[in-house]
């Protein structure tokens, strides 16, 4: 009987260039951060960061409630001007967590780079005994095992030759699942590497939007305090001219509304269903629900109310409701008073689109594919309101047509882009958003 050749040296040489890649592919991603920091000391920065997180977390939640007792009172310069003023410390604490945040995944990067590291070595180390044990066995190999035993002298000799075959046998064997095991591992933790940068690339997104954010705050701050000089009855003035052109822009927008003669097929649409839409915000508290509500009477000149209003101070993140495409954005031109002011549209698979209206920042591109829960945008009070909002709005896809608001016969708000729909196509949000 003759030992076969291809027995061990196809595995081996199978398993040699599966390791090449993988010692390879660690090599790519960790070539990007250098380990120069023991384990406890990364460890320690890590709870450190973590602590400041929490800190900071209790802060946001804070001037979070500060800002909706100041929301719920009577409109005044005074709590307008404070409501900017607290809206500036919570984004500039956001902007805190947000670095932290960032400093953390570096962190955490840094520690995985280490771990790594001690995986390669622990692979080389294996290798190296591996191709050893393979050394021996093609050395046995140079001749038959029937010309090895006939050579030995005596019955010890070759009971010894066969045992050292097996012994070799079992070495590769063993040799070849630490090395599939260490394989396994090294593949957990480059994906956790991909996991973090990914983290990273969002938290850094995160950040550029919330900069943005502070920016137009103090200037709106800024432009507040031109406008009234710092007088309540200069700003009695503006808040009321304010009231009065939304009142004159829905009442244009409602007329050519009801003109729209588009028919709407019933099948295309889902049927109501509570959770079929998540909530476009973490923290819920409705300020005013669709159709023809006590507030939408005093409000709307048509008597209802096309979507949901939500409380949200200015910079809250709002999120998706359903996974779908971005199929329109505005995120540069708003004027006070004309419709949604800077607002993301969202088609959805289903024969559904949802609106977000009166966003202070748009983080989002025409034609993007957005996922449950994911971050479109921050809350504002851009367009057509007089205090930050979000406004969020379900349409039937079909009725839907994106219009000059000139179109609606509004002189002031020409060159606004608004959206519009027949009554038809509006639908209840409520009917299909989670139960509260």
């Not at 009065?244 to 927008?253: A, G, I, N, P, R």
């Not at 050519?256 to 019933?266: F, H, M, Q």
């Not at 809250?316 to 996974?323: G, H």
């Amino acid at each position: 009987m003759q030992i076969n050749h291809r027995k061990f040296s196809i595995p081996s040489v199978f398993f040699f260039g599966v390791m090449f890649f993988v010692t390879f592919s660690v090599s790519f991603f960790t070539s990007h951060f250098v380990f120069a920091e023991t384990v406890d000391e990364l460890r320690q920065k890590i709870s450190d960061n973590n602590k400041k997180i929490e800190d900071l977390q209790n802060q946001i939640e804070q001037y979070s409630n500060l800002l909706n007792s100041t929301s719920k009172e009577a409109k005044t310069l005074k709590n307008a001007l404070s409501a900017l003023e607290l809206t500036q410390k919570k984004l500039e604490a956001n902007l805190s967590l947000t670095t932290t945040q960032i400093s953390k995944t570096k962190l955490t990067l840094t520690e995985l780079n280490g771990d790594i590291g001690t995986a390669e070595k622990q692979i080389e180390k294996d290798l190296s005994a591996m191709r050893e044990n393979i050394r021996a066995t093609y050395m046995t190999e140079s001749q038959s095992v029937i010309e090895e035993l006939l050579g030995k002298k005596n019955l010890s000799d070759s009971w010894n030759y066969v045992n050292a075959l097996h012994t070799i046998q079992s070495r590769m064997k063993i040799d070849l699942e630490n090395l599939r095991d260490l394989r396994a591992e090294l593949t957990i933790k480059i994906d956790q590497v991909i996991g973090e940068k990914t983290k990273l690339e969002t938290y850094q997104k995160n950040l550029s939007d919330q900069k943005k954010v502070v920016v137009n705050t103090k200037q709106e701050k800024d432009k507040l305090l031109k406008d009234t000089q710092n007088k309540e009855s200069n700003y009695k003035a503006i808040l009321a001219e304010k009231i009065q052109q939304k009142e004159v822009f829905e009442k244009e927008l409602f007329a050519y509304e009801s003109k729209l003669k588009i028919a709407i097929d019933p099948s295309a649409i889902p049927g109501a269903r509570a959770g079929a839409l998540s909530w476009p915000l973490d923290k819920i508290s409705v300020t005013q629900y669709f159709g023809k509500t006590i507030s939408a009477k005093r409000l709307y000149v048509s008597g209802t109310h096309n979507g949901i209003d939500f409380r949200a101070s200015i910079g809250t993140p709002v999120k998706t409701a359903l996974s779908g495409t971005v199929t329109d954005t505005e995120a540069i031109r708003a004027k006070s008073g004309c419709q949604y002011g800077k607002f993301v549209l969202i088609k959805h698979p289903n024969g559904l689109s949802t609106i977000y209206g009166h966003l202070s920042v748009v983080s989002v591109q025409l034609g993007d594919t957005v996922i449950t829960g994911d971050t479109i945008g921050y809350s504002g009070d851009t367009g057509y309101a007089t205090g930050p909002h979000l406004h969020f709005g379900l349409y039937a896809t079909q009725g839907i047509r994106i219009v000059d608001s000139s179109s609606l016969g509004s002189s002031r708000c020409a060159g606004i882009k608004t959206v519009a729909a027949p009554p038809a196509a509006y639908l209840d949000p409520s009917a299909y958003l989670p139960k509260s």
